[in-house]
C-alpha cells in the first residue's frame, strides 16, 4: 500500500510561482511513476505532468508547458511541480499521482491540494 501526501498549494497572484510537493509512503519500491493531475467544477480531471523513474522521461500537458516542471526525488519518492507565470485557468485542485506495479498494476491518489490563482 501507498500513501500521498501533498503540500505547496495556496493563493497567488498572476504572474507568480508556487511548488508543490508530493512525498509518497508505504510500499515505495514498487513505485514506478509519478505525475500530477488537476479538477475544477464542471471540467475532468485531467493530467498536468508525468514522469517515470529512472530515465523514462517527462510530459506535459499543452496549457502548461514552459511554465511548470516536474521532478522527482528517486531516493525519498517524492514528486515536485514549480509552477511559474501562473494564470487564473490554473485554478484548481491539484492530485498527486502515483504508478506502481505489484502482483499487477496498481494506481494510488493523494487527497488534493487547492491552488488559486486571482488578483
Known amino acids: ?8 498549494g495556496g493563493l497567488v497572484q498572476p504572474g507568480g510561482s ?3 510537493s508530493c512525498e509518497a509512503s508505504g510500499t515505495t519500491f514498487s513505485i514506478y511513476g509519478m505525475g500530477w493531475y488537476r ?4 471540467k475532468a480531471r485531467e493530467l ?22 516536474i521532478s522527482i526525488d ?3 519518492k517524492t514528486v515536485y511541480l514549480q509552477m511559474s507565470s501562473l494564470k487564473e485557468e ?4 491539484y ?12 494506481e494510488y491518489w493523494g487527497q ?5 490563482v486571482a488578483s
Do not use: N, W
Open 18 to 20: 508556487l511548488r508543490l
Open 112 to 116: 488534493g491540494t487547492q491552488v488559486t
Open 90 to 93: 490554473d485554478t484548481a485542485i
Open 39 to 42: 479538477q475544477i467544477p464542471d
Open 1 to 8: 500500500q501507498v500513501q500521498l501526501a501533498e503540500s505547496g
Open 74 to 76: 528517486d531516493a525519498s
Open 48 to 69: 498536468v505532468a508525468k514522469i517515470i523513474h529512472h530515465g523514462g522521461g517527462a510530459e506535459y500537458a499543452d496549457a502548461v508547458k514552459d511554465r511548470f516542471s
Open 95 to 106: 492530485y498527486c499521482h502515483a504508478q506502481a506495479f505489484a502482483d499487477g498494476p496498481l
